[in-house]
């Protein structure tokens, strides 16, 4: 059985990526997967994440309800705008806003705050073609002063259990999305953009 890595290289931890800049002095966590299809083939499945949409790709029980995360392209979860949530968790209005993308380089996504227009943290997902038939998808999470950790943890959990479960679940979505996008036929990708640009 071989093992995929999701490790991010150091070149990739310690370089700058988009969204970087929007929370300044921030905890970073940042993994990275080869896939062996182009950007345009991952782009769709990054577009229509959320909890229900086509889920995040993860541990469903955990982060959609139970749902299983969709193994197809959704034509009608394509459009994707500045300021669109992507839920959390099914059945809530709150989630990751959408920050900024390139369509096939870069999607941002943030938390908002409460307390101001900067969010609380960012999660950023860039898509960089390798070689001529494959991507590196590298994501990164940046918690700012004002993240808190969830289910009511402690403070001192961000540096030591927050990134253990990030690690987790992180390494799972990046699995589940390159399955899924290297199961596609080739370019099949391009053909949804397509569709969606009618």
């Known amino acids: ?21 929007l929370v300044p002095n921030a905890h970073s966590l940042t993994h990275a997967i080869t896939i062996q299809r182009l950007p345009r083939d991952v782009w769709p499945w990054l577009v229509q994440m959320g909890a229900g ?35 959390a968790m099914p059945g809530v209005t709150e989630g990751f ?20 227009p900067d969010p609380i943290m960012t999660w950023t997902f860039v898509l960089e073609q390798t070689d001529p038939g494959s991507t590196r998808l590298i994501v990164r999470a940046r918690g700012g002063a004002q993240y808190r950790p969830p289910f009511a943890l402690p403070r001192w959990t961000v540096s030591t259990l927050v990134p253990l479960g990030h690690a987790i679940m992180q390494r799972k979505q990046l699995l589940g999305i390159a ?10 990708g391009a053909e949804i953009s397509q569709l969606v640009a009618r």
């Open 179 to 188: 399955r899924r996008a290297e199961a596609m036929r080739e370019g099949h």
């Open 1 to 21: 059985m071989i093992i995929r890595s999701a490790r991010a290289q150091s070149s990739e931890t310690h370089r700058s990526l988009p969204g970087d800049d």
């Open 53 to 87: 949409r086509a889920g995040w790709y993860s541990y469903d029980r955990i982060d959609n309800g139970g749902i299983p995360s969709l193994d197809r392209i959704a034509p009608e979860l394509q459009e994707v705008a500045v300021g669109d949530v992507f839920p």
């Open 97 to 116: 806003i959408v920050l900024g993308f390139h369509a096939e380089h870069y999607l941002i996504l943030g938390w908002p705050s409460l307390r101001g």
